[in-house]
Structure formats: C-alpha cells, structure tokens
C-alpha cells in the first residue's frame, strides 16, 4: 500500500481509483504503476546510429531485333539477391560512391549514370549497436562488359535478368520497389 493515495472516500493505487471502503491493492495495478515508473524515458534510450551508403541499378540492352532490357543482380555471401552497394568514403557524393561500388563488385566500369532513383533506409543491429541505414540508388547502363562477382567483397554470383525475373530474384521487398522505379525510368528513356 506504499504508493496509494487518500482522496476523500476514494484511495487511487497508480492509475486505478477504488472504493475506501473495500480498498485492496488489486494486483494488476500496482505492476501497473510500478511498471511505468521503471521504464526509462525515450531520452535515455540510445539513438540508432545513421550509416550512409550508395547502390546502382545497371541495365543493358539486348541487341536487336528485340532488344530486350535485363537488370544486373548480385548475389551476397549470404545468398541474398540485390544490386551493387556500399559505403560512401570520406566527402564522396552518392553518384560517384554508386559507379565505384558496382566497378568494385562487377568489374563493370564504362557506366553511363542516368540519374537517381530513390533513398531507402532500414534498422538492423551489429554488434550490439541500432543502425538506421540510407542508401542511394543510382540508375547506370552498361553497353560493354560482362560482370565477374568479385569474391572480396562478398559476391557470389552476377546475373543478368529481364524485369520480370529480376522481379522475382531480388530478395527484400525495398530493393524490389527500387527495381520497380528503375524499370520506370528506363522504359522514360526509350520514349525520348
């Protein structure tokens, strides 16, 4: 009864109000109340930390008559589908961060930037630690070339794919909504 309080004919335990009369902590009140006063305050929890990283989506015509487009997708070390992506370096722009990451992955290096695409963030945790990531995604064409995965960097596999199959392929919902807006994009450049 340490933490009820007297007002008039009524004892108020926390949140709960009851009778003076028949007054009895009931059980569910007081782990209410003391339940609140131990949460700690949204200003005491850690912040996530923020990360920033840039990605490109690379597309290739195939040659005529059909000319169909395919989506260059990678395969991590941990057998998950997406698109070349990593950290920017020291005061390096998005654009440029995007074209060296899909050189370091693919090997890929005569790529014509189309413009961006879209920011997507998440949480995860490393090593204890909330991270809230952004990343960057840039639209490149590739005309020449065929990607090698580059095995220090973690990547198993490189596949061309047509939309539908990369659609299908790419393993997170985010990066297939990024695949989504890039095929928008390029199927934009073909009509001008």
């Not at 992955?105 to 909330?130: A, C, M, N, S």
């Not at 790419?170 to 073909?190: G, I, W």
């Amino acid at each position: 009864m340490g933490n009820a309080k007297c007002q008039g004919e009524f004892v108020r335990v926390g949140r709960v109000r009851c009778s003076r009369k028949e007054f009895r902590v009931p059980h569910f009140a007081f782990r209410f109340s003391m339940t609140r006063r131990r949460s700690k305050s949204r200003k005491s929890q850690p912040r996530a930390q923020r990360e920033t990283s840039a990605g490109g989506v690379v597309f290739r015509r195939g040659p005529p008559p059909d000319g169909q487009v395919r989506f260059l997708l990678i395969r991590d070390s941990y057998k998950n589908w997406g698109f070349p992506k990593g950290h920017l370096e020291a005061a390096e722009p998005p654009a440029e961060a995007a074209r060296r990451e899909v050189a370091e992955e693919t090997g890929l290096q005569e790529l014509v930037l189309h413009g961006p695409i879209k920011v997507i963030d998440w949480y995860f945790r490393f090593r204890g630690k909330t991270i809230h990531k952004y990343c960057h995604f840039f639209l490149f064409e590739s005309r020449r070339g065929e990607p090698v995965p580059e095995a220090a960097e973690g990547i198993t596999a490189c596949v061309w794919h047509p939309l539908d199959g990369a659609l299908q392929t790419v393993s997170y919902d985010n990066a297939r909504e990024v695949l989504r807006q890039a095929a928008e994009m390029q199927q934009a450049l073909v009509r001008t």
